[in-house]
């Protein structure tokens, strides 16, 4: 682990510079999620979906460190299985996009004329539309769950991808070493992808983090509305919705996995602030 | 037989004005494992004529209008794209003026190296790479087997050149374009590198086109030398007879605008005005506004280079003229 650690360090290091503290934080924050999540079986005290209808509504105490919900189910427990689905949201909720959106950068802003006319307006189509709204709508139609959730992103959430990489693939398709890359007779579609655009990916995995805080935040906002993960699956977003009725009397059944909807998005957030400013400062 | 035969090659830029003809008619030949000098200020066509024969212009703008460049018996201004590739990287190469922009800076000075072998030969990744160190020995990279997994921005401007060499000649090409090679490179270095290519000449066979401004460079490594202005060539001769018995004003005026030891504590001479617009050039011979031995006749007709010997031709008219008053 630490030989990684350090690997990954030096790596990093290499690239960027030393990282920021912040960006440490971050990363700590992300890490702590990771293991939480690999680890649930293990550190989880209960049972996630084990009801206990004699212990229900308890506020934290020595048994349930944070309180049981409304069907006496451990909401600790719950928190750390959930964090399972909440990652897994962020990850493939952003992989999907990322990777159709950049394929459409390159190609439009590489191949250029009328190639990138039609992916533009394809793109401003899909800008037109609220981004919620568009999501919402589209889950709605393929019926709720984890499957309609990735598929709706997958539609909407590579336009940011897109336009970012386009941008840096129409300035660097004139640079100095893509025209040494076609001195030496390689084809355009490998000038495009091994040559341009690892040089042009760099603000699409930075904006990819922030991404990944959102579409976690937009994966609880569906479950909350009945459109995500469905009861009795322990989800953060779900956990909150589950709550509401008893926030005047179980605050716990709330704040606490609002709480950690938080840590988590604030630990991608820094991360992406942490690549952003070295971005920034080496440019 | 000539590895590269140039005839009246002419290219043009679109502008909103009409065409600009930045290179025009160009013609020079090329010997095997013999290094021609294109000579001229920027701006001159000498790196647009060359790109030109590489299909590497710049933009859809540019478009050649005319000429022939016969190589290996085969047209290369009207050989399709994309068999021209194939020849790009593997019989044709090319390298740069600024090694630190020209490199992929996120890729391995090695696997730069090693691509041309991958693509082109059909090499694998671990027969490149040990291919790649190689050649980045014979382009005198220290420590070679280290140095292949370094990235560029670890390397010196001229270990950078040398590893864009090393790229250029992986594949064996028989034609190497240097366009201002040393130019980005301080003087010791300029020296080694220039070494290094006329050495590859030595053991390869490899013909080179050095496209430069500087005549020292011209005197120390060329055994042909043409002579650019505004686009067209003023005149082509071996070395020792152009650097020797110049036959245009031109050439003697940028022979003379060399710095010398003997010509110390003076004014160094220059030749006065600037490159004319190509866009609008003038009639005639296209440096009689600057010349010093111009005529009316000057303002007609458009010289191209004649022989004046066998070996040494001259787009002066009045090159006699201009040969007895020296």
Known sequence: MSVLGAAIHRRLHHRLGAPS????????????????????????????????????????????????????????????????????????????????????????????????????????????????????????????????????????????????????????????????????????????????????????IVFSVSDAVLDIVLGSSLSYLGLGIQPPTPEWGLMIAEGQTFIATAWWMTTFPGLAIMLLATGFSLLADGFAEKLGLRE | MALLEVADLSVEFATPAGALRAVDRVSFDLAEGEVLGIVGESGSGKTVACRSILHLLPGARARIAGGRAMFERRDLLTLPERELRHLRGSRLAMIFQNPSTHLDPLMTVGRQVAEPLIYHRGLSAREARRAAIELLARVGIPDPGHNVDAHPHRFSGGMRQRAMIAAAIACEPRLLIADEPTTALDVTVQAQILRL?????????????????????????CDHVAVMYAGRIMEQASKAELLRRPLHPYT???IR??????????????????????????????????????????????????????????????????????
Not at chain 1, 119 to 141: C, E, G, N, Y
Request: charged content about 15%.
């Open chain 1, 21 to 204: 503290t912040l960006f440490y934080i971050g990363a700590g924050l992300c890490l702590f999620w990771i293991v939480v999540a690999i680890a649930a079986p293990w550190i989880a005290p209960y049972d996630p979906i084990a009801q206990d209808l004699r212990a229900t509504l308890e506020p934290p105490n020595a048994r349930h460190l944070l309180g049981t919900d409304n069907f006496g189910r451990d909401i600790l427990s719950r928190i750390i299985w959930g964090t399972r689905l909440d990652l897994q949201m962020g990850v493939f909720g952003v992989l999907f996009p990322f990777l159709i959106g950049t394929t459409i950068g390159v190609v439009s802003g590489y191949v250029g004329g009328f190639v990138d006319v039609l992916l533009m307006r394809l793109l401003d189509v899909t800008i037109s539309f609220p981004f919620f709204v568009l999501i919402i709508a589209i889950v709605a139609v393929l019926g709720p769950g984890l499957m309609s959730f990735y598929i709706a992103l997958a539609l909407v959430g590579w336009v940011s991808y897109a336009r970012l990489v386009r941008s840096r693939v129409i300035v660097l398709k004139h640079a100095d070493f893509v025209l040494a890359a076609r001195s030496l007779g390689f084809s355009g579609p490998r000038i495009a992808f091994r040559h341009i655009l690892p040089n042009a990916i760099m603000p699409a």
């Open chain 2, 257 to 326: 605008s060399r710095p010398t030891a003997a010509a110390r504590g003076r004014e160094l001479p220059s030749i006065e005005g600037q490159l004319p617009p190509l866009a609008d050039p003038p009639p005639g011979c296209r440096f009689h506004p600057r010349c010093a031995h111009a005529e009316p006749r000057c303002e007609t007709g458009m010289p191209l280079p004649e022989p004046a010997t066998p070996t040494h031709a001259t787009a002066c008219i009045r090159w006699r003229e201009v040969m007895a008053q020296a």
């Open chain 2, 197 to 221: 290519l006329l050495d590859l000449r030595d053991r390869t066979g490899l013909s080179i086109i050095l496209i430069t401004h500087d005549l020292g460079i011209v005197a120390a490594t």
């Open chain 2, 252 to 254: 003697r005026g940028l």
